[in-house]
């Protein structure tokens, strides 16, 4: 990604909301063609970042650029992007196509081309009978697709998207992640979209940028992000995870509840002794064919068995200390062929290459224990 | 929170300001500067004038001292407080159980006792004072009923007033006992509470803002109120009726100015308290709350519409005796139908042309008021950035709602009137009277303005941005098409007001732009109480027409401009 030049780049973008900060120094490059998520959980400064870029709230300091061009200081009506809002905005009273049109009318586009272009539009998100109704004749899934078509109707040169899908209801939202993702790929527009929905951002973005309180913790691709969390922040945000508090010991050496483990994920830095977090997600935990003799083995008493439809998520106490409570997915068969029950004993092990260790202490907000 | 650029200064960025930006900050500024000049400037004037003698001379608290000290004048404030702490005791207490009795009760015909108590907004207030008149004069029909009273004086100011703002007092109170939530009565009910203490308990606590809300409301319509104190007051002087003499009677415009400045006071402390009590109100309905609706029970049923028809039988017959009184030849002794008293062209007051004004006035305030301040609270809510001055619009327009409408007028005569003001020209001219209408009703558009556009998604200015549309057309296009109900609510209260009120215009008009409400009251004086009668119902008729066309046109264009309201 490094061989071409950036598409929009932000940098050192600060906001400040009278004495509050809401984004810190934030530093960016979107390349063209790209589908990128901000991931954050709410009022992490992602809606803010969006709204920097296009405009609607310009940032206290720093540069915003795009297609070479410096917007930094541009009005909205400036600058070239279409958006999607969460409430779609839809002009209630004028109907799809007038809707679809309204930014075509304003560019002297002669009517039969805007109706061509209106139809086109239409028919890529499948909605070429509905031209004539209103916003509220629709379904809250069609709705998401008419402002789609409007914010693309302009060819704009960037997409934003803030949390266009998290108004809908399950089924419809996991159909349109794949339509969104076909129609952007198929149309090769630079896209943004902001989510505070994890499961969103693995699926659709190319690469996720993860923020928390006004700055980026991580930005990568959604196998990055996911396997290979930068700090626990990360770790505990995407996906499930198990944070168990522990001390350094010799290199590659880390003992967790008074079992001592070997690991391949040490990062520089840490010194023996040291208090370090260690990780690992429940689908990761070694879970068949482990003996107490197999490496990091750990001796536990399967404490409950939740049952989540294609696995079960089974939470256990670690014997040697009898307080420190691990995450482990199941799989349905692994319980049926094990005949696992409440209250049994069960090894497990933590292979070594699944095993992320972080140098700081890292209080897990909702801890079993 | 140390930001974390601190390596260098950075520069703050610089906004383009776009040619749509100084297009929305010059409307809002050509706005803020109209108001500016409509209240700002003449309450100025008004306020330095108390501190005045004649000949324009500062004397500090001279004119105030001898406020007080005249017993005459200060007697006025006791018999001001006085009326206005009774007439609101009593009101609230009718429109309370009015109101109960339309939201709490399963009566009959609750659409008809609703219209029926709405009818005195569409009176000027001279209008039940003169049915009082007719009532229980010396020759009414009912004087028996006052066992020796007179009705001039407390008595008579009393009753005009509670039936004056009876409407506007049960609309507060109406729409505070809509907002109760069922699920708490049902809570109550469950844990065993009887129905007194589900009402002390559940029920009036509900409402206890909407409640003193009202009682406000009410105090401060009554204590500036002028109609009516001026028909049937008599010899019992209050603070209204004391500004209203001393300029157009003894033309002591300073102490004018002193009086109309002691009644200011009555109506900043409500207006203060009301914008307090409506913050908390609103934190009470959360969204999830259920509609209360009442269950059937046959004797509360009809208890309730007893006392509704008893009520609705009084406004009814304030309304029928006027109409009566202005169709007979000489009441009560002959009792002949007659159109005599409609000819208005033998009597004080400026004749058929005193309606013909009105009626241009009140269509002007509609028209120019509805486009201003829809216009002014669109910017307000709906613009970006250019912050001092969207507050400082905030600020402008409440303004006029602590302003009673007898200061305002007063406060114009001296800043209109004055030879070195440029804007001097428009003194007696129907431009004033219209840019002082619009003005004194300006806050309750400006709110309901507000109120219609809050409930639009704020980002269409973002989106039209995006599609690079200017922000007026996509007002033009979107917004006002939306916000068709409530400009036409808008209109229709700017219209019905500017036909009523007497109070501002009162010290505004010349002989040639004499206003129906100001005829009431001239002819009223004169004697000739059946041509004010006539006048008045004339004024009620044409009201009235007013929102049966708003009704109309409400549906009619609903039906057309709102389709898509529909599923």
């Known amino acids: 990604m490094t061989g071409k030049d950036a598409y929009l780049k932000v940098e050192n973008l600060t906001k400040m909301f009278g004495d509050f900060t809401a984004l810190k120094d934030i530093s960016l490059e979107v390349f063209e063609g790209e589908f990128i998520c901000f991931l954050g959980p709410s009022g992490c400064g992602k809606t803010t970042l969006l709204r920097a870029i296009a405009g609607l709230d310009i940032q206290t300091h720093g540069r915003v650029e795009q297609g070479g061009r410096d917007i930094s200081g541009l009005p909205p009506l400036e600058r070239d992007f279409g958006i999607v809002f969460q409430s779609y905005a839809l002009f209630p009273n004028l109907t799809v196509h007038q809707n679809v049109a309204y930014g075509l009318v304003s560019r002297k586009t002669s009517k039969p081309e805007i109706d061509k272009r209106v139809a086109e539009l239409l028919e890529s998100v499948g909605l070429v009978d509905q031209e004539d109704k209103y916003p509220a004749q629709l379904s809250g899934g069609q709705q998401q697709r008419v402002a789609l078509s409007r914010a693309l109707a302009t060819k704009p040169g960037l997409l934003l998207l803030d949390e266009p899908l998290s108004a809908l209801d399950a089924k419809v939202r996991v159909r349109l992640r794949h339509e969104i993702k076909a129609l952007q790929h198929q149309l090769g527009v630079t896209t943004i979209m902001v989510t505070h929905d994890q499961e969103e951002a693995l699926t659709m973005a190319d690469r996720i940028v993860v923020m928390n309180e006004g700055v980026i913790e991580q930005i990568g691709t959604p196998q990055d992000i996911y396997s290979r969390p930068v700090n626990p922040f990360v770790a505990d945000f995407i996906g499930t995870m198990n944070f168990l508090a522990g001390v350094a010991g010799d290199p590659a050496q880390v003992c967790v509840c008074d079992i001592e483990l070997t690991t391949s994920n040490s990062p520089d830095g840490i010194q023996k002794d040291d208090a370090i977090t260690v990780c690992i997600r429940p689908e990761d935990v070694a879970t068949r064919g482990v003996t107490p003799d197999s490496d990091n083995a750990v001796l536990t008493v399967v404490e409950t068995l939740e049952f989540l439809g294609s696995f079960y998520r089974a939470t256990l106490r670690v014997q040697d200390d009898g307080k420190t409570a691990i995450r482990a997915d199941f799989s349905i068969n692994l319980v049926r062929d094990l005949d696992i029950k409440e209250g049994q004993e069960f090894t497990i092990a933590l292979p070594m290459d699944q095993i992320r260790v972080y140098g700081e202490i890292f209080a897990h907000a909702d801890d079993l224990i | ?567």
């Open chain 2, 1 to 567: 929170m140390v930001p974390a650029v601190a390596h260098a200064a950075p520069a703050v960025v610089r906004h383009k300001v776009s040619s749509e930006d100084w297009i929305m900050r010059g409307v809002l500024g050509a706005i803020a500067l109209y108001l500016l000049v409509a209240i700002v400037l003449p309450l100025y004037a008004l306020l330095s004038k108390g501190f005045q003698d004649r000949d324009g001379n500062f004397t500090g608290l001279d004119n105030f001292t001898e406020f007080f000290t005249t017993p005459a004048l200060s007697q006025s404030v006791a018999n001001s407080l006085t009326i206005s702490s009774i007439s609101t005791v009593i009101v609230v207490s009718l429109a309370f159980v009015y109101a109960y009795a339309l939201t709490r009760s399963c009566m009959a015909f609750k659409n008809l006792f609703k219209g029926i108590a709405l009818i005195p907004i569409l009176m000027p207030s001279l209008l039940p004072a003169i049915s009082l008149i007719f009532m229980f004069g010396k020759q009414g029909f009912l004087t028996f009923l006052l066992f020796g009273n007179e009705i001039y004086g407390p008595i008579g100011i009393v009753m005009g007033e509670v039936i004056y703002v009876f409407p506007h007092v049960l609309m507060i109170i109406m729409i505070a006992m809509s907002m109760s939530d069922a699920r708490l009565y049902e809570a109550s009910q469950s844990l065993g509470a009887g129905p007194v203490r589900t009402f002390f308990t559940v029920t009036l606590p509900g409402i206890r803002y909407g409640l003193v809300s009202a009682g406000f409301v009410a105090f401060t319509l009554i204590i500036t109120d002028f109609g009516v104190p001026k028909v049937v007051g008599g010899q019992y002087n209050v603070l209204a009726t004391d500004v209203y003499k001393q300029v157009v009677g003894r033309q002591d415009f300073e102490m004018g100015a002193v009086v109309s400045m002691v009644l200011l006071v009555p109506a900043i402390i409500a207006f203060a308290a009301d914008r307090i009590l409506q913050r908390k109100q609103v934190a009470i309905l959360t969204a999830r709350a259920v509609p209360y609706a009442p269950t059937p029970s046959p004797r509360f049923d009809a208890i309730m519409t007893a006392f509704c028809a008893l009520v609705g039988i009084v406004i009814v017959g304030i309304l029928g005796v006027a109409m009566f009184a202005s169709l007979v030849k000489f009441w009560p002794y002959n009792l002949s139908l007659t159109l005599a008293h409609y000819d208005f062209s033998l009597r004080d007051g400026g004749g058929w042309d005193s309606y013909i004004n009105s009626v241009k006035m009140a269509s002007w305030t509609a028209v120019i008021g509805t486009c201003v301040i829809f216009t002014g609270a669109y910017l307000v809510e709906k613009s970006k950035g250019f912050l001092a001055g969207r507050a400082a619009m905030q600020f402008l327009v409440m303004m006029p709602m602590a302003v009673p409408g007898l200061s305002l007028g007063l406060a114009y005569i001296f800043f209109f009137n004055h030879p070195d003001n440029p804007l001097n020209f428009l003194y007696h001219t129907l431009p004033i009277l219209v840019i002082c209408t619009i003005t004194h009703f300006y806050t309750v558009s400006h709110l309901t303005a507000i109120t219609a556009l809050k409930q639009i998604d704020n980002e269409f200015e973002s989106v039209s941005a995006s599609l690079k549309v200017p922000f007026y057309k996509t007002f033009w296009r979107v917004t006002v098409p939306i916000c068709v109900p409530a400009i036409l609510d808008i209109s229709m209260y700017l219209f019905v007001n500017a036909m009523t009120t007497v109070s501002a215009v009162v010290f505004l008009y010349s002989p040639d732009t004499a206003l129906a409400s100001v005829a009431v009251l001239n002819m009223d004086d004169a004697g000739e109480q059946a041509s004010a009668a006539a006048m008045g119902v004339m004024i009620v008729l044409t009201a009235g027409a007013a929102r049966l066309l708003h009704a109309v046109l409400t549906r009619g264009l609903a039906r057309r401009t709102q389709a898509w309201r529909k599923r």
